[in-house]
Nanobody, 118 residues
Framework: QVQLVESGGGLAQPGGPLRLSCAASGFTFSSYAMSWARQAPGKGLEWVSGIYSDGSDTYYADSVKGRFTISRDNAKNTVYLQMNSLKPEDTALYYC???????????WGQGTQVTVSS
């Protein structure tokens, strides 16, 4: 069955970096676009970034553009989110998602917590 397992979350200082990973299994990873989304305490789910199946194109929410970089290694069935210049407002539970078709999410990971605080 499809499994998405996020890792790499934790406590980061404002202005610092953190890299999230999402290990995928149970499907042909290289055939699907992938995304990251997040949910801050008391707020709704926010889409953060997406990447094509072959990594040829990437997309970012305005709130993270220029600070976050999504990438993937199809040989390792893993998608990454490099987060730089972190802000307290980046504090959230970050989810990895498998994309079906163009934009529909059909599977979510369990999430990894990112807390940005001094």
């Amino acid at each position: 069955q499809v499994q998405l397992v996020e890792s790499g979350g934790g406590l980061a200082q404002p202005g610092g970096p953190l890299r999230l990973s999402c290990a995928a299994s149970g499907f042909t990873f290289s055939s699907y676009a992938m995304s990251w989304a997040r949910q801050a305490p008391g707020k709704g789910l926010e889409w953060v970034s997406g990447i094509y199946s072959d990594g040829s194109d990437t997309y970012y929410a305005d709130s993270v553009k220029g600070r976050f970089t999504i990438s993937r290694d199809n040989a390792k069935n893993t998608v990454y989110l490099q987060m730089n210049s972190l802000k307290p407002e980046d504090t959230a539970l970050y989810y990895c998602a498998k994309i079906e078709g163009t934009i529909a999410v059909d599977y979510w990971g369990q999430g990894t917590q990112v807390t940005v605080s001094s």
